[in-house]
């Protein structure tokens, strides 16, 4: 019987990293969740997760995205594309959320990656919301409310018409 051995270094891209598997040399379905909040770190903010002539605290992506978290100061590190109407600020801040979530020090405190995608959809959710609130709601007086239709009908005097939750108000404006 022949016996083999199988050592293993840690490996991986600097900068996504689990620290526990740094620590532990042990992989986990957490190990994933964790680079995956840094990939949704580094999508939101256009920068790749390390870079290393910034100050210390700035250095690490995955160190000062839950930074920028905490203070309520994401928005002044995301990518400058997104800033003004590009975002809602309910979806920045859930997404914010579940970016630092992913990256948790400890493994325990990771969501698992179908709580990511649950929690990714939800904050699609939000700003969809917001751009058909944004859209629409805001332009709609009441006095301009002409029918409610349930459902899938939609029978409209107007091109304008906003939907929510499977009630569709029709705007009358253009009279």
């Given at each position: 019987m022949s016996q083999t051995h199988v050592s293993t270094v840690v490996k991986g891209s600097f900068g996504y990293l689990d620290p526990e598997y740094y620590r532990r040399q042990q992989l986990t379905?957490?190990?994933?969740?964790?680079?995956?909040?840094?990939?949704?770190?580094?999508?939101?903010?256009?920068?790749?997760?390390?870079?290393?002539?910034?100050?210390?605290?700035?250095?690490?992506?995955a160190h000062w995205g839950p930074i920028c978290c905490q203070r309520g100061t994401l928005d002044q590190i995301i990518d400058p594309y997104l800033t003004g109407d590009q975002i809602a600020p309910e979806c920045l801040k859930k997404f914010g959320e579940i970016a630092e979530t992913c990256v948790s020090d400890k493994a325990i405190e990771r969501p698992t990656m179908s709580d990511v995608v649950w929690s990714l959809e939800f904050a699609l959710q939000l700003q969809e919301t917001a751009e058909k609130n944004n859209d629409g709601m805001k332009k709609v007086r009441?006095?301009?409310?002409?029918?409610?239709?349930?459902?899938?009908?939609?029978?409209?005097?107007?091109?304008?018409?906003?939907?929510?939750?499977?009630?569709?108000?029709?705007?009358?404006?253009?009279r």
């Amino acid at each position: 019987m022949s016996q083999t051995h199988v050592s293993t270094v840690v490996k991986g891209s600097f900068g996504y990293l689990d620290p526990e598997y740094y620590r532990r040399q042990q992989l986990t379905d957490k190990s994933d969740v964790y680079s995956f909040g840094v990939v949704l770190f580094e999508t939101l903010c256009a920068r790749p997760p390390v870079i290393q002539n910034l100050p210390k605290k700035q250095v690490s992506l995955a160190h000062w995205g839950p930074i920028c978290c905490q203070r309520g100061t994401l928005d002044q590190i995301i990518d400058p594309y997104l800033t003004g109407d590009q975002i809602a600020p309910e979806c920045l801040k859930k997404f914010g959320e579940i970016a630092e979530t992913c990256v948790s020090d400890k493994a325990i405190e990771r969501p698992t990656m179908s709580d990511v995608v649950w929690s990714l959809e939800f904050a699609l959710q939000l700003q969809e919301t917001a751009e058909k609130n944004n859209d629409g709601m805001k332009k709609v007086r009441k006095s301009e409310v002409k029918e409610v239709f349930t459902d899938d009908e939609i029978f409209s005097r107007s091109s304008k018409q906003v939907s929510t939750s499977g009630i569709t108000l029709s705007s009358n404006s253009d009279r």
